[in-house]
């Protein structure tokens, strides 16, 4: 594995391209406007920079990461790609069309994997004529430090292609956990309604945001509460996995909280927008 494609450089892409290139990958980030670049690698820079502030990293690597990383606008630069890991938006139609272009573009081994949260692996590999060469290779957030990565078959993934991706997690310091494919995978399946109920709790007046959050820190010893986790994930992202394992299963229990469907609407997403249920400009 040589040269290694992310796209998208939002939350996930980028740290995710980080942690490749810590490991010695050379990783080129995919995104789709000039901005978008300049403002993840300003926030790349400023990530390390705090840890080197911290002392948790010398100059020296964080030179070394930074050379293994590189910006651009252009898929082609998928063309010559061992791996590409797709971490735009959770849309399938938008994962499809990136997917079929990249299909057509990429040398016929390279292997094509989507860092979706819940949509089915089977559905975006159709949109490629390598369905054998397609998985899912789901890191959790933040993923610089967190240890898991779901590794995700679809209904065609082949033997050596899961191989490959569950050994590449481990190079990288990951601990790989087969899964087949299901809406929302394990931890989401999980995780996201748990997410939803919170939000639900303030939405019908049962206790406040910071009410929620400290009742399951203190009474679940969980890192942070359920409306602070929806901030770091992003609520349209939590949002569109509630509304994929709806539409999956049909399954009331999975129907998304009406507040956190206005929070989307409002363009309160968390973190990424500066606020979400918790405010996050002046930080
Ligand atoms: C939606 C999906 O599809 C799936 C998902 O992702 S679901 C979300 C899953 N994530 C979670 O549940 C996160 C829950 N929250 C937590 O675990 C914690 O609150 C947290 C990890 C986010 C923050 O914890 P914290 O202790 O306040 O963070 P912080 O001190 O910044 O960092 C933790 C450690 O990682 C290190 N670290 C931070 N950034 C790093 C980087 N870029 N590279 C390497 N190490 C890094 C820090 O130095 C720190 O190390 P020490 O413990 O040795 O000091
Ligand atoms: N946020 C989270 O905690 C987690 C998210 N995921 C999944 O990762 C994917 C990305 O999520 P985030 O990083 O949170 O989203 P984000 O909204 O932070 O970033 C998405 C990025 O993709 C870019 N993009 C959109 N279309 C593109 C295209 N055609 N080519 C290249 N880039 C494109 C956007 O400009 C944006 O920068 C989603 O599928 C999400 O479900 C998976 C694990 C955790």
Do not use: W
């Amino acid at each position: 594995m040589k040269k290694i494609v992310v796209i998208g450089g939002g939350t996930m892409g980028l740290d995710i391209a980080q942690v490749f290139a810590r490991n010695g990958y050379d990783v080129v980030v995919r995104d789709i406007k000039d901005e978008i670049i300049q403002a993840s690698e300003a926030r790349l820079n400023k990530g390390l920079d705090k840890l080197v502030g911290k002392g948790k990293l010398d100059e020296a690597k964080k030179a070394e990461i930074l050379s293994h990383m590189s910006f651009t606008t252009e898929l082609a630069a998928a063309a010559d790609a061992d791996l590409v890991v797709e971490a735009a938006i959770e849309n399938l139609d938008i994962k499809k069309s990136i997917f079929a272009e990249l299909d057509s573009l990429c040398k016929p081994e390279t292997i094509l994997a989507s860092n979706t949260s819940s949509i089915s692996i089977t559905a975006i590999a159709a949109a490629t004529k390598r369905p054998d060469k397609f998985i899912g290779m789901h890191f959790f957030n933040p993923a610089t430090v967190m240890k898991l990565v779901e590794v995700i078959r679809g209904a065609h993934t082949s033997d050596e292609t899961y191989k490959t991706i569950a050994e590449l997690a481990a190079a990288i310091g990951k601990e790989p956990v087969e899964v087949n494919e299901a809406p929302g995978f394990v931890v989401n399946k999980i995780l996201v309604p748990m997410i939803n109920e919170g939000i639900d709790l303030v939405y019908t007046g049962v206790a406040s945001v910071e009410g929620v959050d400290t009742a399951m820190k203190l009474g679940a010893n969980h890192p942070m509460g359920p409306l602070a986790l929806g901030d770091l994930i992003g609520l349209d992202v939590c949002l569109a996995i509630m509304d994929t394992l709806y539409d999956e299963t049909h399954d009331p229990k999975y129907r998304a909280s009406l507040l956190l469907r206005k929070m989307v609407r409002a363009g309160k997403l968390g973190r990424k927008t500066g606020i979400g249920f918790y405010d996050y400009s002046k930080k």
